[in-house]
């Protein structure tokens, strides 16, 4: 059974929502979980709910303004969490495991890939994750120049799981990206869609081999449950 992962953005020490990443708009979460935008609260609502696991984007380390990692440290204490701080080499990848289950190795943020093959040849998958940051059917990144069929093949070479984040589909219930899910089928066992997904789409994934998949808005809005 596809599990669903519920998805938390932090911001100054608080969840928070918004859409298709535009951060500076983004606003205090209000979900069905917990009446305050407090991450532990949310984290022990959604475990009595059967959650297994969380998925929390850390805004300030992301961009470099901050970080919440005590905050997640926390939430860690109450489900594992599948982290995303903005990782940009392996020294940053390691400094982050001690805070949380797993740590994202994101497009988005990272150095090179050199770095991400240095990762990915030096920590167990089972605590590594490696996000593919897309808009517009582009990769999203800081400093990477490769195409999208080129680092799929490249991440072949290694059995770790792999996000598929449609950055521009975030916080819109507008449906995974077919397209990019479509380009990295070969190595669909490990793929976990994210952005947009709708709780009528979950049965569609299951059918291609999905394992799980990264659920915010439509979960807090309660038409999906956790687990």
Same mark, same amino acid.
């Given at each position: 059974?596809?599990?669903?992962?519920?998805?938390?953005?932090?911001?100054?020490?608080?969840?928070?929502?918004?859409?298709?990443?535009?951060?500076?708009?983004?606003?205090?979460?209000?979900?069905?979980?917990?009446?305050?935008?407090?991450?532990?609260?949310?984290?022990?609502?959604?475990?009595?709910?059967?959650?297994?696991?969380?998925?929390?984007?850390?805004?300030?380390?992301?961009?470099?303004?901050?970080?919440?990692?005590?905050?997640?440290?926390?939430?860690? !204490?109450?489900?594992?969490?599948?982290?995303?701080?903005?990782?940009?080499?392996?020294?940053?990848? !390691?400094?982050?495991? &001690?805070?949380?289950?797993?740590?994202?190795?994101?497009?988005?943020?990272?150095?090179?890939?050199?770095?991400?093959?240095?990762?990915?040849?030096?920590?167990?998958?089972?605590?590594?994750?490696?996000?593919?940051?897309?808009?517009?059917?582009? %990769? !999203?990144?800081?400093?990477?120049?490769?195409?999208?069929?080129?680092?799929?093949? /490249? +991440?072949?070479?290694?059995?770790?799981?792999?996000?598929?984040?449609?950055?521009?589909?975030?916080?819109?219930?507008?449906?995974?990206?077919?397209? +990019?899910?479509? /380009?990295?089928?070969? %190595?669909?066992?490990?793929?976990?869609?994210?952005?947009?997904?709708?709780?009528? &789409?979950?049965?569609?994934?299951?059918?291609?081999?999905?394992?799980?998949? %990264?659920?915010?808005?439509?979960? !807090?809005?309660?038409?999906?449950?956790?687990?």
């Amino acid at each position: 059974m596809l599990e669903i992962i519920p998805v938390i953005d932090l911001m100054d020490g608080i969840a928070v929502s918004g859409k298709s990443g535009e951060r500076e708009k983004y606003r205090p979460l209000q979900s069905v979980y917990s009446p305050s935008p407090d991450p532990v609260n949310i984290a022990l609502s959604l475990r009595a709910a059967g959650a297994r696991s969380i998925y929390i984007a850390d805004l300030d380390a992301i961009e470099g303004t901050g970080s919440n990692l005590e905050a997640v440290r926390r939430v860690n !204490h109450v489900l594992p969490v599948i982290l995303d701080a903005g990782v940009r080499d392996l020294e940053t990848f !390691h400094f982050m495991l &001690e805070f949380a289950s797993r740590v994202v190795v994101a497009t988005e943020t990272l150095e090179s890939t050199e770095e991400l093959e240095e990762i990915l040849r030096n920590y167990p998958p089972e605590r590594t994750v490696v996000s593919v940051d897309v808009k517009d059917m582009r %990769l !999203h990144s800081r400093n990477l120049e490769i195409g999208l069929e080129e680092l799929r093949d /490249l +991440l072949r070479g290694y059995e770790v799981d792999i996000i598929l984040l449609d950055i521009g589909s975030v916080g819109t219930s507008s449906g995974f990206n077919r397209e +990019l899910l479509e /380009l990295f089928r070969p %190595l669909i066992e490990r793929i976990i869609p994210g952005g947009g997904v709708l709780p009528e &789409e979950i049965p569609e994934l299951e059918a291609m081999g999905v394992r799980a998949a %990264l659920v915010g808005r439509a979960l !807090h809005e309660g038409m999906v449950r956790p687990g």
